[in-house]
């Protein structure tokens, strides 16, 4: 069955820490691996990966990819309270379809 | 301006209702999807359509049904056969092919009391 787990399912830091959120996955057909930040409604798309190795970045977050271990990170450094929301991980596998992990709820106290 | 939009944001229904939550793309996608999402956890796929009069269940078909008549449209409804329908529905879109994001509507809350 596939599927994907995030890890952990919440946490709470304060304002300024650096935080790491995990994804692994079992899918068959991998294509890519999506992250989404999810504030109160649709989810906003943070970042693509598709290949191994290679970070993405964007500001204070980056994430990056390991095909061979099944697994991705999203880490956001020097946290704010806007950063704090479900942070999705979803795999797009075979025919386009994606595969959600469970989210992880990330509080950010000042 | 192209996007995707779902209607009512909030619905109330009673037990034992069928309620049908439209979802309407006009960014030309050939692709687009059904998620629910339950407090506090990820979304799992109803229904997905990849081209018009075609479409697959996802992992949490039962109790749901969808059409696909036209391109731009993809109604869902919750029957009375889902045993647990309060929930958070969310509606995407993607062009076919292409690996790349979803893109979401605003969700629509049922509620069933």
């Known amino acids: 069955e596939d599927k994907v787990v995030q890890s952990p399912l919440s946490l709470v830091v304060h304002e300024g820490d650096t935080v790491t959120l995990n994804c692994s996955y079992e899918?068959?057909?991998?294509?890519?691996l999506l992250w989404y930040k999810q504030e109160k409604k649709a989810p906003t798309f943070l970042f693509m990966l598709?290949?191994?190795?290679i970070e993405k970045k964007s500001g204070r977050l980056s994430s990056i990819l390991d095909k061979k271990e099944l697994f991705s990170i999203l880490n956001i450094t020097a946290t704010q309270t806007g950063d704090s929301a479900i942070y999705l991980c979803?795999?797009?596998?075979?025919?386009?379809?994606?595969?959600f992990g469970q989210g992880t709820r990330l509080t950010i106290n000042p | 301006d192209g996007g995707i939009t779902q209607s009512p944001k909030y619905l109330f229904r009673k037990e034992g209702q069928n309620v049908t939550l439209s979802c309407e793309q006009n960014?030309?996608?050939?692709?687009m999807y059904w998620y629910r999402q339950d407090p506090g956890q990820g979304l799992r796929l109803i229904y997905y359509?990849?081209?018009?009069?075609?479409?697959q269940k996802g992992d949490i078909a039962e109790g749901y049904s969808v059409s696909r008549e036209k391109k731009e449209s993809f109604p869902l409804t919750v029957t009375s056969a889902q045993k647990n329908p309060t929930a958070f529905y969310l509606c995407?879109?993607?062009?076919?092919?292409?690996?790349?994001?979803?893109?979401f509507g605003e969700g629509s809350r049922l509620t069933v009391l």
């Open positions: 979803a795999v797009i596998q075979g025919a386009q379809k994606l595969v």
């Open positions: 899918v068959t057909n991998f294509r890519s």
């Open positions: 960014l030309n996608h050939d692709a």
């Open positions: 995407a879109s993607s062009p076919t092919g292409y690996t790349g994001e979803l893109f």
């Open positions: 598709t290949s191994s190795g």
């Open positions: 359509s990849q081209i018009v009069n075609d479409f």
